[in-house]
């Protein structure tokens, strides 16, 4: 199976290449021009996030794409970055006729199938506050993917740790699901590749956490 991995040369994408090659898949990353970046066992294309030409590059023949992007700074843009560029994933994805995203996402892009949950609610006002550029681009992401036309799903996670995998998830819509405000990075990456086989969460978009000793 052929991947296309986005945001992969970050803390949680390291995991989803890890993951994918154990699993024997042939992965593409995309990554900037200037990122620093290499693997023996990866195709690499690098570009703008938003040049189509490169994207078509990194996504054509893929079976999949997954995507890891999101804010990483308290002085993000506030021209919403992360939406724009998946914006333009999606379109040459269909383009290129790849029909199925799984993207990672938080809490604080709130589904309409949610209810008040505190433990995700007073976290995403605190984003909100401290960084409101991102929280508005958290949003913008989720509400691309979501009125996009593609087969997606996005995984919402809380407090990424690096940790040893548990695979014992909570996954389910908040205040719905009793979840708890960590997961490991490898459990996030298992349950992402797990979804290619599988459409139980198709265009859905499930709160996934550790569960609690």
Not at 41 to 56: C, M, T, V
Not at 60 to 72: E, F, I, K, Q
Not at 155 to 184: D, E, F, W
Request: with cysteine.
């Amino acid at each position: 199976m052929k991947i296309t991995l986005f945001g992969a040369t970050g803390k949680t994408g390291a995991y989803l290449i890890k993951e994918g090659l154990k699993r024997g898949f042939e992965l593409t990353v995309f990554c900037r021009s200037n990122t620093i970046f290499d693997h023996p066992n990866i195709k690499i294309i690098r570009g703008d996030i938003n040049d189509r030409i490169a994207l078509a590059k990194a996504i054509h023949g893929a079976d999949a794409v997954l995507s890891a992007l999101g804010p990483t700074k308290l002085n993000h843009s506030g021209n919403k970055p992360i939406g724009t560029a998946m914006h333009t994933i999606i379109s040459v994805m269909k383009q290129e006729s790849v029909h199925r995203l799984i993207a990672i996402s938080t809490g604080t892009a709130a589904d309409p199938n949610d209810t008040f949950d505190v433990k995700v609610w007073f976290p995403a006002k605190i984003i909100q506050f401290v960084m409101p550029n991102a929280y508005k681009d958290i949003i913008e992401l989720a509400k691309v993917i979501r009125h996009s036309d593609i087969q997606w799903t996005m995984a919402r996670v809380a407090i990424l740790k690096s940790t040893t995998p548990s695979q014992k998830l909570n996954i389910g819509y908040y205040g719905h699901t009793h979840h708890s405000m960590t997961i490991s990075r490898s459990d996030v990456a298992i349950f992402m590749y797990d979804q290619l086989l599988n459409d139980t969460y198709l265009k859905q978009a499930p709160g996934i956490s550790q569960q609690s000793l």
